[in-house]
């Protein structure tokens, strides 16, 4: 293959496979007459929006190939206003192919009586898509934003966002941050379900920051944003109809959620807390690999203890300002005057990220009153 597509293979042998091999697992079941079938074979790869129609009809010209196909089973989600079509189709009672297009990412799931058999089909229709020149590498990238609505349940909605590759950014962290991001962002994607823990004052640059961590990783997780954290952790189906959305890890977002998390918040949130430990590493996130990123304006040494465990905390990073050197040779690297580097720096006093934006666009910081709330 040459794009290196990531290649799942589920052992339906093992507890946690079941699990995370969804309806086509059941599917199977029906179509079949129960047999049991140990194996299902994945494959996944993202693809920009204005080529889903591509990958769509070359997914249709694959299926006319094979012998005695039967549509057993076609589904279409409504989302954002965008149609995904998911196709369950047999193949001669000797296989059954699940194909979907979601978001930025094509999906193709085979089980069959041999696995060979499964693996040539893998491999036939791994061929085709190399045949189109896929654009999986777009600096936009479809968020998903959930909330809860009384009326209709746990709903979302789509919005495209403009993610910048860490090297854009870099030069805006400074210190033991920048030392803890370059670590994460030369390091390999972290696997395994667990929580990534963000602070620092508003302005630092956490953000733009989880913007070049959804670039990188875009391959391996779908990026989710959670707009309401309190319901998120009070509604047992909500976590669930995140993860029953794709099989595919996600990367669920939950800014300014802090306050749950503080020691003194123990007693009055205690459920959420428990929830939020059990989805890391207890009996709800069997069979996932989702990734928890919080980030919150606190103190990082007031968090409670059993959410920054080693084990449980996978990435705990501290967002720091800019002391007065260093936010002079930022201004000075981003040509603003030495006039007006030495006026707004002659209070010595350390800067954040926005403050030094704002000061680049020749914005005067008169009104700031310690360091600015702008979310950066």
């Given at each position: 293959m040459?794009?290196?597509?990531?290649?799942?293979?589920?052992?339906?042998?093992?507890?946690?496979?079941?699990?995370?091999?969804?309806?086509?697992?059941?599917?199977?079941?029906?179509?079949?007459?129960?047999?049991?079938?140990?194996?299902?074979?994945?494959?996944?790869?993202?693809?920009?929006?204005?080529?889903?129609?591509?990958?769509?009809?070359?997914?249709?010209?694959?299926?006319?190939?094979?012998?005695?196909?039967?549509?057993?089973?076609?589904?279409?989600?409504?989302?954002?206003?965008?149609?995904?079509?998911?196709?369950?189709?047999?193949?001669?009672?000797e296989a059954l192919i699940q194909f979907s297009i979601a978001d930025d990412v094509i999906d193709i799931k085979i089980t069959g009586k041999d696995q060979k058999t499964v693996e040539q089909y893998i491999k036939d229709f791994s061929q085709r898509l190399d045949k189109i020149?896929?654009?999986?590498?777009?600096?936009?990238?479809?968020?998903?934003?959930?909330?809860?609505?009384?009326?209709?349940?746990?709903?979302?909605?789509?919005?495209?966002?403009?993610?910048?590759?860490?090297?854009?950014?870099?030069?805006?962290y400074v210190g033991i941050t920048r030392k803890a991001l370059d670590r994460l962002f030369a390091g390999d994607v972290i696997k395994g379900t667990g929580l990534m823990i963000w602070s620092g004052e508003p302005g630092t640059g956490k953000t733009y920051a989880i913007r070049a961590l959804m670039q990188q990783w875009k391959q391996d997780y779908r990026c989710v944003s959670v707009s309401d954290f309190d319901t998120f952790?009070?509604?047992?189906?909500?976590?669930?109809?995140?993860?029953?959305?794709?099989?595919?890890?996600?990367?669920?977002?939950?800014?300014?959620?802090?306050e749950s998390l503080l020691k003194e918040g123990r007693g009055k949130y205690s459920g959420r807390i428990s929830k939020l430990l059990n989805l890391t590493d207890g009996l709800l996130s069997q069979g996932?690999?989702?990734?928890?990123?919080?980030?919150?304006?606190?103190?990082?040494?007031?968090?409670?203890?059993?959410?920054?465990?080693?084990?449980?905390?996978?990435?705990?990073?501290?967002?720091?300002?800019?002391?007065?050197?260093?936010?002079?040779?930022?201004?000075?690297?981003?040509?603003?005057?030495?006039?007006?580097?030495?006026?707004c720096l002659k209070d010595k006093a350390s800067k954040s990220l926005a403050e030094l934006y704002q000061i680049y666009s020749g914005e005067e910081l008169s009104t700031y009153s310690g360091h600015g709330e702008v979310g950066f």
């Open positions: 040459q794009r290196n597509q990531p290649l799942i293979t589920y052992d339906l042998r093992k507890p946690s496979d079941v699990a995370s091999s969804g309806a086509l697992l059941e599917a199977t079941q029906e179509y079949f007459g129960g047999a049991e079938l140990p194996y299902i074979q994945q494959l996944n790869h993202a693809v920009a929006l204005q080529q889903h129609q591509s990958v769509i009809t070359l997914f249709l010209q694959f299926i006319k190939t094979l012998r005695n196909t039967k549509l057993f089973q076609k589904k279409i989600f409504w989302a954002g206003g965008v149609e995904d079509p998911t196709w369950l189709i047999g193949v001669d009672h020149d896929l654009i999986p590498s777009s600096d936009e990238l479809t968020l998903q934003i959930y909330y809860f609505d009384s009326s209709e349940g746990v709903s979302f909605f789509r919005t495209k966002i403009v993610m910048p590759t860490w090297a854009d950014i870099a030069d805006n952790l009070e509604q047992p189906a909500y976590y669930y109809s995140i993860a029953d959305y794709d099989k595919r890890p996600a990367l669920i977002i939950l800014e300014d959620a802090g996932r690999e989702d990734l928890f990123l919080i980030t919150f304006n606190e103190n990082i040494k007031e968090l409670d203890s059993a959410t920054t465990r080693p084990g449980r905390c996978l990435s705990r990073i501290t967002f720091d300002c800019f002391s007065s050197k260093e936010a002079g040779v930022w201004l000075k690297d981003h040509d603003v005057a030495e006039d007006v580097i030495r006026a």
